[in-house]
């Protein structure tokens, strides 16, 4: 047990932050377009309020009071 908690649970640690690592630094070799985070669509305003399009038919099944 003290071998996996003095060398197998420090080596996955490192494998873990490495692969983060690599995965962070990749947007350097990635072409300008592709490296810009990603657009921000606009959503369409509800028409009353949002608790009225959730549907509450289907909680009430589940929940019978």
Do not use: C, D, W
């Amino acid at each position: 047990m003290a071998f996996v908690r003095q060398v197998v649970a420090p080596l996955i640690v490192v494998l873990i932050f490495g692969f983060a690592l690599v995965a962070v630094s990749a947007r350097i070799f990635l072409p300008n377009e592709m490296a810009a985070p990603a657009p921000i669509e606009e959503m369409a305003p509800a028409s009353k309020s949002v608790s009225s399009n959730f549907p509450t038919s289907n909680l009430l099944a589940f929940y019978p009071g």
